[in-house]
């Protein structure tokens, strides 16, 4: 039975009604073992075969019977069911099937009609929200005057860009014309455009030219009259009354040839061409300046708005992205639902059902079983299966990881060095000291160390240390890690993030407070908290006061700050954080790190436990750095707080799985 590609397209349609199903496949077969299907079946069975009921099996048994399998890689159902009578097995699952098919198009065409329903009453609500949409753009369009965005802002920056040139250039040729102006106003000593005006024009005036001549040679004559007869003499006086004649003659002259008398004397005209061309110039100059003057205020006046407006365009833009936005919105939706709607109307309409059977069943020749030579062949198989189970479970029997080998190979992660056990181990600064000295102790570790920068290019450096449970001695290759890295003339920094059992400080003699508490919670400065050490470029930043929620100092911003400042300030930075089986502190701290190291304890680690804790790390999406096998460990926590109670971590069970069951088809 298979579910076809229009019922596949009406099943799209009713995810859009309540009741939506997540795999159409799934949802066919679990109808199909529906009590109204397969009463349905059999009283259809019983009616057409005229078999008793009492010879007929009833639901439950029939349920039990039935078999429903998905093939895989496809949209087909295989039905199977198991009877005593070959005849009433293969007539059953023929009345199933065409039940499920006249089950399948009576659904479709019901949840067909409630959308239709649903599609109706909405769609007139969807134009209307259409219709407002694109008035209220119209509108906006129409109050700011946007007819085409782009196409206005580019004509407005283009006629800002030209009106700027031209006040540019009108600036340029104001400043020539004024200096100008300015030169021949010295020249001519003419003071304004009526004053140059009228001393041409008194020069180009012949009988003022004839005038002047008469009045200079009587000035030439009274001077020599003067000079001979004397002041008081007849003569003299004639001529003084005759030039006091000329002058009130010229002076008519004058305010006929200047209205409003405009030059009060024939000083102030041009009597010759030189004259008369450089105040011609002047005014020709003055005319243009003035002229120019008033086309750059026409311009500025024109330069202020015209700067206001484009300023303003991106504020118009904004709301009318967003109402095109919301109209396009509305259009598509609209055109979804009419679709939707069609298609709704059409499949109410037909009998139509996204089943259909594939193959009839028949009635077997040969019975299901028992059968000889598959159950011969079954037993060979099984008990190869068996043998080979035996040496699986004697191997399997050894839960714990051995060798570096043993864990790249069952991990899938690699090897980035074998540390070795330390004998005594370090309990105090002193035995940090010895551990430095034996270069048979420290080369490991130095190996360790220049695998773990080669496996991160990013400078500088800060690594995050787990282990998968309690035990596998990730506190301790994080110290002597750091005191070789210290001893490598590296700037190293040990951050306690451990803060359900902190040991760092204990082995190094240093105060817990102040911390990483502290300087989370009340803001201390990070350098104030840092601890030095004995240990020449090894500093501590011990875990501070005790929390009653330390997840949620490390889920904060604060602690990703925190890890930045140590790499900016530090060469080398090791973070020391909780087992993995306890917390997921290692895998917050990680995503602000280069990356995540994960200690394994040869013939310790459990295998299942270190596979579920590399898998929930890859699904966290942390940067797994790799392995690092430690036979390094601290001695018992007991030990170094000084009393016999039992304290620290409580181990986590490994986590359950889900077991899946396959149904062996029958025929």
Do not use: W
């Given at each position: 039975m298979g579910i076809s590609t229009l019922g596949q397209a009406l099943t799209e349609i009713n995810t859009q009604a309540p009741g939506k199903a997540a795999d159409p496949v799934a949802t066919q077969a679990e109808l199909m073992q529906s009590q109204q299907v397969l009463e349905s079946a059999l009283s259809a069975f019983q009616q057409e075969s005229k078999i008793p009921k009492e010879q007929l099996p009833d639901i439950v048994s029939l349920r039990q019977a039935l078999k429903v399998d998905i093939v895989p890689g496809t949209n087909i159902l295989q039905v199977s069911y198991t009877a005593p009578d070959p005849k009433i097995a293969a007539g059953l699952l023929n009345e199933i099937t065409a039940s499920m098919v006249a089950e399948n198009?009576?659904?479709?065409?019901?949840?067909?009609?409630?959308?239709?329903?649903?599609?109706?009453?909405?769609?007139?609500?969807?134009?209307?929200?259409?219709?407002?949409?694109?008035?209220?753009?119209?509108?906006?369009?129409?109050?700011?005057?946007?007819?085409?965005?782009?196409?206005?802002?580019?004509?407005?920056?283009?006629?800002?860009?030209?009106?700027?040139?031209?006040?540019?250039?009108?600036?340029?040729?104001?400043?020539?014309?004024?200096?100008?102006?300015?030169?021949?106003?010295?020249?001519?000593?003419?003071?304004?455009?009526?004053?140059?005006?009228?001393?041409?024009?008194?020069?180009?005036?012949?009988?003022?030219?004839?005038?002047?001549?008469?009045?200079?040679?009587?000035?030439?004559?009274?001077?020599?009259t003067r000079s001979r007869l004397g002041d008081q003499h007849p003569d003299l006086l004639a001529l003084l009354q005759k030039r006091d004649e000329l002058r009130a003659l010229y002076g008519q002259q004058i305010s006929q040839a200047t209205p409003g008398g405009t030059a009060a004397s024939y000083g102030n005209a041009a009597s010759n061409p030189l004259s008369q061309d450089l105040m011609s110039r002047y005014i020709a100059s003055e005319v243009d300046r003035a002229a120019l003057v008033n086309r750059l205020r026409v311009v500025q006046s024109e330069l202020n708005p015209l700067r206001s407006r484009i300023n303003q365009l991106p504020g118009y833009q904004r709301p009318l992205i967003e109402l095109a936005r919301q109209q396009q919105n509305a259009q598509d939706a609209l055109k979804l639902m009419s679709g939707k709607l069609e298609e709704a109307r059409i499949a109410e309409g037909q009998l139509l059902s996204n089943v259909r059977v594939v193959e009839q069943a028949s009635v077997p020749v040969d019975p299901s079983s028992p059968k000889t030579l598959p159950i011969l062949a079954i037993s060979i198989v099984s008990g190869l299966i068996m043998a080979g189970g035996v040496v699986l479970l004697l191997e399997l029997m050894v839960s714990t990881i051995r060798n570096p080998a043993e864990a790249e190979a069952v991990l899938g992660l690699a090897v980035l060095g074998v540390l070795p056990k330390l004998t005594p181990p370090t309990n105090n600064l002193v035995d940090l000291e010895r551990f430095l000295d034996n270069s048979n102790q420290v080369e490991p570790y130095r190996k360790f160390l220049k695998v773990l920068e080669s496996s991160s290019e990013q400078k500088p450096q800060v690594f995050v240390f787990s282990s998968a449970?309690?035990?596998?001695?990730?506190?301790?290759?994080?110290?002597?890690?750091?005191?070789?890295?210290?001893?490598?003339?590296?700037?190293?920094?040990?951050?306690?993030?451990?803060l359900r059992h902190p040991l760092q400080h204990r082995l190094l003699n240093l105060a817990a407070s102040p911390g990483l508490a502290e300087v989370i919670n009340d803001n201390l400065s990070f350098l104030e908290a840092v601890q030095a050490t004995s240990v020449p470029n090894l500093s501590v930043l011990p875990c501070g006061q005790s929390l009653q929620r330390p997840s949620a100092l490390i889920e904060t911003a604060a602690m990703a700050r925190l890890l930045e400042k140590a790499a900016n300030h530090y060469d080398c930075v090791i973070v020391d954080t909780s087992p993995l089986?306890?917390?997921?502190?290692a895998e917050t701290l990680s995503q602000a790190a280069n990356g995540l190291v994960l200690v394994v304890q040869p013939n310790s680690s459990k295998r299942d436990l270190a596979l579920q804790t590399i898998s929930d790390l890859r699904k966290a999406g942390v940067s797994l750095l790799g392995l690092v096998m430690n036979e390094t460990v601290l001695p018992d926590r007991n030990e170094l707080s000084g009393h016999s109670s039992a304290s620290g971590y409580v181990q986590s069970p490994l986590p359950l799985r889900s077991i899946s069951s396959s149904t062996q088809r029958g025929g």
């Open positions: 198009s009576r659904q479709i065409r019901s949840q067909a009609a409630t959308l239709r329903a649903f599609l109706e009453r909405r769609l007139p609500q969807q134009e209307a929200k259409l219709r407002e949409s694109e008035a209220a753009e119209s509108q906006y369009r129409q109050t700011y005057g946007i007819v085409s965005f782009d196409t206005q802002a580019q004509s407005m920056v283009n006629s800002l860009a030209a009106l700027e040139d031209e006040a540019r250039k009108l600036s340029a040729q104001l400043q020539e014309d004024t200096t100008k102006v300015g030169l021949l106003q010295k020249v001519t000593g003419a003071n304004n455009l009526p004053t140059a005006y009228a001393s041409v024009r008194l020069g180009q005036n012949e009988t003022l030219k004839e005038l002047q001549k008469q009045l200079t040679n009587l000035d030439v004559a009274i001077v020599d449970t309690v035990g596998d001695g990730k506190s301790a290759v994080v110290l002597h890690l750091a005191a070789v890295a210290a001893m490598l003339s590296r700037r190293t920094l040990i951050i306690d993030a451990d089986s306890i917390c997921a502190d």
